[in-house]
């Protein structure tokens, strides 16, 4: 079988062998490195028009963004407002965009605009086209934000006051500082939408904003390094040191980051268009769950509260009590596990500046971490608060997989029985639910499949079910992989495919294409689908390697006629944590018609928690 290594795209005619340059769309995206503290967009106004590099947080929801400021080059006349200021703007050339630099020409002001990022960083390279003056605008958005001009620096310092939709405490401030290359030539501050050319701070109960005036008669380059800390302006200060290089270096170092990152997977396809989807949701999930974290001088780890208001000491992660995540932070499980040490970490932290995880936490993260990772010196602290905190004792079906977790963690703790019956009872409150044969109710009891299979009447029954949902267009990847519990794998290989290009949410891509999906996170268990590739090689953290082959794999072949795993026939509809993380290869013989013998028995079932219970 002839096969070309896809592992990179073609960029101006040529086949490029990296993985950064397999990402769809980078002028639409985001620009910043792996789990980095900010992230940098393009700023439009109403009509696609350039407004400046924007310094972002949240990619998972916009509305909720927080301390977002924008830098922006303009050309012969003072202007502040985005309607004065936007330019039309173009990119020359694929390569003038990366996940980590972005690069783009503003035909309004005769300027090439350039960013590249770092983790807490931007460097900015402006040049201009034989201007008459030359300007930089920045513009901090929100009422009571702080900007103040230092000449004798060649610097602006300030604060944005964007608090993540009213969730921040009242004394949040996204502190920045922004050096340039040159002394000023012109000064102005903006209060409230005013150009004060006599001002050198702004600070009132509008919006804030400064600008800045250049001499570029000897044709190099503006260069302004841009810094930001939740902490102060001297942490900022301290921050700098990440943009000391040149421009074209840091590109560079961001640019190696991803690779280091997105090529923990090497995928082998035909399709440039597959490899292009996988890549691009790869990156999209190292995205979705940003660092709040900093450095100290003595390289020890800080960071600012969101819940207490104060500087503490260690890891923070924002979006990591998000319960829609926890796919993500599966994947980061597997493949990036010293990272998610420190996202453990930071949820230790929010109980301890908070005394609780908030509403959303699901406490399928402890027990899939504790399963799987480390066993965690606040373990049995963070037992007390996850059954306090993250259950609800009300009568919602949708508890029952929390109640399951929280059992599942207390096992392992050691707790009594006594103390653990009430979650035990409550992990099987879906079977009070009246409305089993909707969607939402079948991924209610993950943890129970066969349960829930019993509840509706029996697999047949089950099945049926399941066949009228995805007769009727149903799109929800999870549902399925149930077919796997109810004696019709074949029908979870073809369906896995046949959804894949419409999973909007990364990390299940991810999986889905690689060909196990974590239905049940907390199990410790994969369940199968159909590999979207003709192989893939992932390099985990250990230095052990998954081998997936799938011979005979095309657009027609979606069915598994045989597995093996580690060269034995393999007749399972799951892979173990634990299988992997010592390395394995997972070899398939895809065909076009289903094997409707393999899988079938019930040993090779997944997880349920009506076995566990029934001692099997």
Partial sequence: MLTVLIFGACNNGKTSSVPVDMIENLHDQYVGVPWGMNLWQIRNDNEAKFC???????????????????????????????????????????????????????????????????????????????PKEAYVVIDAFEDGSYLSIVPEENKIVGFSTAGNAGKMPDNFRNYFVIKFDRPFTYTATVNDGKIDSGSLSSENEGKAGAIVGFATADGKPLVARVASSFISVEQAENNLAEVQSDFDAIKEAGIKKWNNALGHVKVNSRSKEKSHSFYTHLYKSLLSIPSEFEYDREGNPIHYSPYNGLVCEGYMFHNIDNENLKTDLTLMNLLYPSTYAKMQESLANTYHESGKFGNTIDPS????????????????????????????????????????????????????DTELNTF????????????????????????????????????DAFNHVLDTFFSNNYK???????????????????????????????????????????????SEQYVIGSPNFESAEISLENGKKIIIEAANNNEKNHYISEMKLNGKVYDDNYLTHNQLLQGAKIEYQMSGIPNTKRGCDASNTPYSFSNEIAGL
């Fill in 476 to 522: 929800f990847t999870p549902a399925a992989y149930l077919y796997n519990y109810s004696g019709m794998p074949w029908k979870s290989q073809h369906l896995s495919r046949e959804l894949l290009d419409k999973e909007d949410d990364n990390a299940s891509y991810v999986f889905a294409a690689l060909g196990f999906y974590p239905l049940c996170p907390g």
């Fill in 365 to 416: 993260f402890f027990v899939d971490a504790f399963k799987k990772t480390t066993k965690g010196a606040d373990a049995d602290y963070l037992w007390d608060a996850v059954k306090y905190d993250s259950y609800s004792q009300d009568t919602d079906a949708r508890q029952a997989y929390k109640g399951w977790c929280i059992y599942r963690l207390g096992k392992m703790l050691g707790r009594s």
């Fill in 424 to 459: 035990a009872e409550n992990a099987l409150r879906y079977e009070k639910n009246d409305s089993i044969e909707t969607p939402v109710a079948l991924l209610l009891a993950v943890h129970d499949v066969l349960g829930l299979i019993d509840s509706a009447g029996g697999k």
């Fill in 52 to 130: 400046g590099f924007c310094q972002s947080h949240d990619m998972t929801d916009t509305t909720a963004d927080y301390g977002r400021f924008t830098i922006m080059p303009i050309s012969d006349n003072v202007s502040f407002e985005e309607s004065d200021r936007a330019s039309e703007f173009s990119i020359a050339n694929p390569s003038d965009i990366s996940p980590c630099h972005y690069r783009a020409y503003l035909s309004a002001h005769h300027v090439l605009a350039e960013l590249t990022a770092t983790e807490r960083c931007a460097q900015c390279r402006f040049t201009y086209d034989n």
